[in-house]
């Protein structure tokens, strides 16, 4: 499976990008200039040689031609960017972790985009996309040390139970991270605008904090995170024929640095 990641250059996309190729996904690091795309990738593969990280480079329009699109960029170019590459993004799934953040002196404030978060507007820019909320609350830089394990919970959010499913098979490839189906896309608002409590930790503790979550049981997370009538969790592409139906929440059962 290849995994596109629009805006890709940055701290968020490729510690993302570092991470999906160590445990296995073919990974295309997009930007607004393949080249900058290539210098990135040129040092993430300098940087793990041990890893034989399978990463390429685009234009985020090259990236966007993956199986799955994650959306990396600032919160405020997002919805721009997947509209400018709509026609790519129909019938996939495309993760947004972006969050809407500003800092006003020392304190970290969450901001509220159009329709309440950045995946809903990204939702809405591309409707015939499955955007699924997620990695928000996870630190780049951890996430980019391959040297470590990175222990973290992964808040999901979608719509589209197989955006849900496809993107917590994805997570789960990753040892020590769990996926944990936390509804519909309206949840993104929340979970996104928590980031700002993690930021507000970080600076007070001088740490980077990730989010662990007690008292939900590992068996009982994988099983929620999978769509209505699945029967195995490995992570394939959905149907681009059209759109799966809105979750129904009764059977629905993620800066850092
Ligand atoms: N940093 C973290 O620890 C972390 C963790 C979880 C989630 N996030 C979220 O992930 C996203 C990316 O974080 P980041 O720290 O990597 O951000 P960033 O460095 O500010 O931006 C990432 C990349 O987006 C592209 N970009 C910048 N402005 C753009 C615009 N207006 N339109 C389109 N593309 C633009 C740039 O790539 P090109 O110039 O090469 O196109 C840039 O390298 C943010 O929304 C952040 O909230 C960050």
Redesign the pocket.
């Known amino acids: 499976m290849r995994i596109g990641i629009l ?1 890709g ?5 490729r510690a993302l990008a570092a991470r999906l190729a160590a445990v296995g996904f073919e990974v295309v690091v997009g ?3 393949k080249y ?2 290539m210098e990135i990738v040129d040092t993430l593969l300098g940087h793990w040689p041990e890893h034989q990280l399978t990463i390429g480079a685009a234009e ?1 329009s090259g990236a966007a031609d993956s199986d799955i699109v994650v959306i ?7 919805t ?2 997947a509209a400018s590459v709509e026609d790519k993004l129909r019938g996939k799934v495309v993760v947004s ?3 809407a ?1 500003t800092r006003l002196g020392k304190e970290f404030q969450p901001l509220v985009p159009p329709r309440g978060s ?1 995946a809903a507007s990204v939702q809405a820019a591309v409707p015939q996309c499955m955007v699924a909320a997620a ?7 951890e996430l980019g040390d391959l040297s470590h394990p990175i222990e973290s919970d992964v808040l999901i959010c979608s719509d589209h139970p197989s955006a849900i499913q496809v993107t917590s098979d994805i997570v789960d490839k990753i040892p020590n991270m769990r996926p944990l189906n936390a509804g519909e896309l309206a949840m993104a608002t929340p979970i996104e605008s928590f ?1 700002a409590v993690l930021m507000q930790l970080n600076t007070h503790y001088k740490t980077r904090v990730a989010l662990k979550f007690t008292g939900i049981r590992d068996a009982e997370a994988a099983r929620t995170t999978q769509a209505p009538g699945a029967v195995r969790r490995d992570a394939h592409p959905p149907s681009r024929d059209g759109v799966d139906p809105p979750t129904d929440s009764s059977s629905t059962s993620e ?3």
């Open positions: 805006g250059t940055g701290p968020a996309g930007s607004r200039s900058r795309a985020n990396a960029t600032p919160w405020d170019g997002a721009q960017t972790m972006a969050n953040l950045v990695l928000h609350h996870v630190p780049a830089r980031t800066h850092p640095a």
